[in-house]
Structures are given as structure tokens and as C-alpha cells.
């Protein structure tokens, strides 16, 4: 994706930079006319249905993706009304067909308060963590994906070495250790202090963790975090990737790296699973 206009010829246009400053100003991702913008002002049922909808159709993203490892991996979002509650997928229930009307309400002190089945005690201590710490947050994301977990176990952060990389620069934590599965109160806390105010976060010996202002957002950084895991370990296997410079990084990342553009991302996935699974609205 080329963020400047092109001469005729093919060439940058050098004026069309120089009126907008050295780097110009954040352009690529901006709602217009023909573009999609988030819903706004819904009543609390409808943003409640909508959450729920997209939390459901990331999950059957997920495991279209190959995100799933067993009986491990949850998503949550923020309830709209009850700020310190949030839906995520019942334990030991496969991605691939959650729905819905399938998702469990769990309290701040993990009971279930609507819906049927049992909590992931791993996922209620790391989100319970995340949601108390970030008010922003609708919802967080993780999963014991394949490039994620190898990336995390060298205890490394993504370089910004690609466009789509970039939007992690600067804005994605690492918890530099493991204290084993999650299913306690300390390990939520460290894991929710990795995430710290930015997007996103490399989980030694783990894997990756993201949030966002929609459910949306949040799945779509995982996603494209885990294809950028990917492309680092492979550019690693390669040779030696070459970074961009910081002022580069820092451009793309404003570029490519905000909460419209994460939840702009998400758009097409989202057309796409409801077409191929809708009773996942159910």
C-alpha cells in the first residue's frame, strides 16, 4: 500500500509530500463517503448484540486461520452496560462453532452470570486483568497460535520490518518470562503490566495477546500480529531482515496502526465469515 500519489510517470509525487510535511499527515485510513465507519450511538442491546456478533465471528475466524490449540485460546468483550462484566467463549467449545448466542457473561469475580457453561480460569485471570487495568478496552484477544508461541519462545518483539509490522512499532509489549498456565491471579496482573497502554503484547514461552476499542479491532491486530510473527521468522531463517528507519517506523505505525484502521482491517474478514457461516449470528 503506497500512502503518496503518483506522478504519471510513475514516480513519487515529490509536491503532493511536500504539502503535507516530510511524511505528510495520517491519510491512508480516514472514513469518507464510500467508506465504511463504525456503527454509532446504538442502544446498549444493540452494541450488545453487535459485540457479541463479532466476538462470534472472530472466533470462527480463528479457527479458520488455525488460531486454536485444544482447549486453550479466549477472546472477551466488555459488556456495554455492565462495564465490569464480559462475554467470552464457554470452555472446551470449539471456535469453529461457536455462535452467539453461545457466549457466557462472567462477573469480575469469574462467575458465570448468563448464558451456559463453564469459565477458562487461564482466560478469566488474564482478561479480568486487562479490563480492570485498560477502561479503553472492548475487547482482548489471545490464542496459542503457531508463529506467535515460536516467536514468543525466543523472547522477542516484532521488528519493523514490513508495512504491516510497523503498525506494532512502539506499541506492543513483552512479558519476558512465564509462570506457567494462567490460572492465578498474579500471572493475569503481569501479563495485563506487559500489555501495558499499547495494543499488544509477546508472551515469552506463551504467545501473543492483543486488544482493541472494538471486537473488531482487537481480532484483527491478532490476526495480522500472528502473519507478522510469521514473516519475521521466515525473513530470519532467510537472511537478515532489514529494519525500517525509526522516522519510517514511526510514520507507517500513525499510518496503518490506529483503532480506525484496525477496526477498517476487520471489514472484509467479517463480510466474508458471515457469508460462509451466518448461523454464527445466531
Request: charged fraction near 20%.
Amino acid at each position: 500500500m503506497n500512502s503518496t500519489k503518483e506522478s504519471p510517470k510513475g514516480n513519487v509525487n515529490q509536491e503532493s509530500i511536500a504539502n503535507r510535511g516530510k511524511f505528510g499527515e495520517v491519510n491512508v485510513f480516514l472514513p469518507g463517503a464510500a467508506i465504511p465507519a463504525p456503527a454509532q450511538n446504538l442502544s446498549i442491546e444493540d452494541e450488545r448484540q453487535l459485540r457479541k456478533r463479532e466476538l462470534a465471528a472472530s472466533f470462527r475466524l480463528f479457527a479458520k486461520f488455525g488460531f486454536s490449540e485444544g482447549v486453550a485460546g479466549h477472546m472477551t468483550a466488555r459488556d456495554p452496560e455492565r462495564h465490569d462484566h464480559f462475554w467470552v467463549n464457554p470452555f472446551a467449545t470449539s471456535f469453529s462453532r461457536i455462535k452467539a448466542s453461545d457466549l457466557i457473561l462472567v462477573n469480575e469475580q469469574g462467575e458465570v452470570v448468563e448464558g451456559k457453561g463453564a469459565v477458562n480460569l487461564a482466560g478469566f485471570y488474564i482478561h479480568s486483568a486487562v479490563h480492570q487495568a485498560r477502561p479503553d478496552v472492548v475487547a482482548a484477544a489471545h490464542t496459542h497460535s503457531l508463529y506467535g508461541k515460536t516467536l514468543a519462545s525466543l523472547g522477542a518483539k516484532l521488528l519493523p520490518i514490513t508495512q504491516d509490522a510497523a503498525a506494532f512499532y512502539n506499541d506492543h509489549g513483552l512479558y519476558a518470562g512465564y509462570g506457567g498456565p494462567a490460572g492465578y491471579h498474579e500471572e493475569g496482573l503481569r501479563i495485563a503490566r506487559a500489555v501495558g497502554p499499547s495494543k499488544a503484547a509477546v508472551l515469552q514461552n506463551h504467545g501473543l495477546i492483543t486488544v482493541g476499542h472494538s471486537v473488531g479491532e482487537a481480532a484483527w491486530w491478532f490476526i495480522t500480529m500472528e502473519r507478522s510473527c510469521q514473516a519475521q521468522l521466515t525473513a530470519m531463517a532467510a537472511g537478515h531482515p532489514i529494519c525500517m528507519d525509526e522516522e519510517t517506523a514511526e510514520f507507517t505505525a500513525k499510518e496503518v496502526g490506529g483503532h480506525y484502521a484496525g477496526w477498517l482491517n476487520f471489514r472484509p474478514l467479517w463480510d466474508q465469515i458471515v457469508a460462509e457461516q451466518p448461523d454464527l449470528c445466531e
